[in-house]
């Protein structure tokens, strides 16, 4: 069967605060891939997945959509690559005066001007989806954090993106409430959506990524699935560093 390439990056270049912090970054989703970004601080995963979602403009290379290259200079382009391509961030982005239910459907009445009944059905759709049917008319300040990444999720669903991009989805959230983000992430899996999260959830994203991409100043130093990098005759970076983590962190890696 013909893979059908959704999002690809060739040679990302960017820089902030007169770094360069991507060196010519190069990555591609398929369609159903779920491949999951690993390494330290600092190495450019969040740069690139801000990147991909066009809300860092880089400075050199090129970004497919569907196979058809995005214009940085084009607004209604950039605007459309942003429906397509959902992000989530560590930090929630939620207006603090709407219910869970308006903060997904703002987007959907603002960007795809349905009307409010429409645009608010689709938010109950959506706010079910993730396990939040007797949340919807809370605000933010009365969720817990591991909820308000799951109103986060849904507005990004409610926009029907063809890829999920997250950026350290469970960081925000004390312990006993990650599992309920996790469990979002794994559904979303199932039924096929692509995505690409970087995260240190290392044992859950070797249970459900098809690839782990390690990256380390600003380049991809090596890729491949899980079972090849942890393989217990493996002498690759990426199980040394997730080593590391599971000993900070007490994970089976």
Do not use: W
């Not at 990555?27 to 990147?51: H, M």
């Not at 995005?70 to 709407?98: A, P, T």
């Not at 997730?242 to 089976?252: F, H, M, R």
């Amino acid at each position: 069967m013909e893979t059908q390439t959704v999002l690809e990056a060739r040679n990302i270049i960017k820089n902030l605060g007169g770094n360069t912090v991507l060196r010519g970054v190069s990555i591609a989703l398929n369609k159903g891939d779920i491949k999951v970004l690993i390494g330290p601080s600092g190495s450019g995963k969040s740069t690139l997945l801000q990147c991909l979602n066009l809300l860092h403009i880089p400075e050199g290379g090129s970004l497919l959509l569907d196979n058809k290259p995005v214009n940085f200079k084009n607004k209604s382009e950039l605007y459309q690559l942003r429906q397509k391509v959902g992000m989530i961030f560590q930090e929630f982005n939620l207006f603090d005066h709407l219910s869970a239910k308006e903060n997904v459907s703002i987007s959907l009445r603002k960007v795809k001007k349905q009307g409010r009944k429409e645009a608010a059905k689709r938010a109950e759709i959506e706010l079910q989806r993730v396990g939040l049917d007797d949340k919807m008319n809370l605000y933010p300040a009365q969720l817990s954090g591991g909820q308000k990444q799951r109103v986060s999720i849904a507005r990004a669903l409610a926009m029907d993106p063809e890829v999920l991009l997250l950026d350290e989805p469970t960081s925000a959230l004390d312990p006993e409430l990650i599992s309920e983000v996790l469990v979002v992430i794994r559904d979303l899996a199932k039924n096929g959506m692509t995505m690409l999260m970087a995260t240190h959830q290392i044992s859950f994203s070797a249970a459900l990524a098809h690839e782990f991409v390690f990256m380390e100043d600003g380049i991809i130093t090596e890729h491949g699935s899980p079972k090849e990098l942890l393989a217990e005759n493996a002498t690759s970076r990426t199980k040394d560093f997730c080593a590391k983590i599971a000993e900070l962190t007490g994970e089976q890696a």
